[in-house]
C-alpha cells in the first residue's frame, strides 16, 4: 500500500445510494471522504497497458463514516451531479485524445521526409501521402468538435450530445492516428525508441475511460431521439 498522503488526493468524492424516494427509486448523493478517514484503504497494485504516469488505484471503504456536513450539493441530485461531471470529462478526454493524436502525426511526418526508399523519402509515395492526409484531416475535426463542446459548456448551454459526440470521434481518432503512425514507421514503429506505439498504448484507455465507445453511441442516438 502507497502513502496516500504523498501520493494521492487528500478528499474522494463518493456518490451513493442513500435512501429511496417515495417511487421507490433510489436516492443517490455525493459525499465528501477524507482519504484518511478510518476505513479507508487506498492501493496500487494494477500494472497497466498505457497511461502509466496516471494512478490508478483501488478505494476500499470499510465502515466509513464522515459527518452530515460532508455531503456535496443536494442531498437527492448526487446522480446528477455525476452525469454533468462525466459529461465535462469526456470533453476532456477528447482533448487528450487530440493531444495524443496530433503527437502521433507529428512523428509520422517526420519519420517519412527522413526515411528514404528507392532513393527517395517513403513522404514521397502515393500511399505514405494518402494515411498522413487522412490523419491530418481526422484530427482537425476531432479538435473542432472538442472546441465545440467546451465552448458550449463554458456558455452555459447544453453540451451532453456533443461532449459524447467528441470523446467518441477524438478517441478513436487518437488510436487510428496512432496505429497508422506504427504502421508508417514500419518496424521502427514497433521499437520503444521511436515512442508511436506508447501513442497507441495510452490512446486506447481514452475509448475506455468516462464511458466506452459503445456507451457514447448510446448516449449520441438518446440525444437525437432514436
Keep these: 500500500m502507497l502513502d496516500y498522503k504523498r501520493r494521492h488526493a487528500r478528499q474522494i ?7 429511496k424516494r417515495e417511487d421507490g427509486k433510489k436516492i443517490i448523493s455525493a459525499i ?11 492501493s496500487c497494485h494494477y500494472d497497466k497497458m498505457g497511461v502509466r504516469a496516471s494512478n490508478t488505484c483501488q478505494i476500499v471503504l470499510d465502515n466509513v463514516r464522515v459527518p452530515k456536513e460532508n455531503l456535496l450539493g443536494d442531498s437527492k441530485k448526487g446522480f446528477s451531479q455525476f452525469l454533468f ?4 470529462g469526456r470533453i476532456s478526454i477528447a482533448a487528450l485524445a487530440v493531444g ?12 517519412a521526409k527522413e526515411r528514404k526508399q528507392f532513393g527517395q523519402s517513403i513522404s514521397n509515395f502515393q500511399a505514405i501521402q494518402f494515411k498522413l492526409a487522412d490523419i491530418a484531416t481526422e484530427i482537425e475535426l476531432a479538435r473542432t468538435l472538442v472546441y465545440k463542446a ?3 459548456k463554458d456558455q452555459g448551454r447544453p453540451f451532453g450530445k456533443e461532449a459524447a459526440m467528441a470523446k467518441l470521434f477524438a478517441s478513436e481518432t487518437g488510436f487510428r492516428a496512432s496505429s497508422q503512425a506504427i504502421q508508417i ?4 514503429g514497433y521499437m520503444g525508441e521511436y515512442e508511436v506505439e506508447r501513442h497507441l498504448r495510452d490512446a486506447k484507455l481514452l475509448e475506455i ?18
Design 32 to 42: 465528501i471522504v477524507p482519504a484518511e478517514a478510518p476505513g479507508v484503504a487506498i
Design 100 to 111: 495524443i493524436a496530433q503527437a502521433a502525426f507529428e512523428k509520422a511526418l517526420a519519420y
Design 185 to 188: 514507421h514500419g518496424g521502427s
Design 209 to 226: 475511460g468516462e464511458g466506452t465507445s459503445e456507451i457514447q453511441r448510446l448516449v449520441i442516438a438518446r440525444h437525437i431521439g432514436c
Design 85 to 88: 461531471t462525466l459529461d465535462g
Design 150 to 152: 467546451a465552448w458550449l
Design 13 to 19: 468524492i463518493v456518490t451513493a445510494v442513500t435512501g
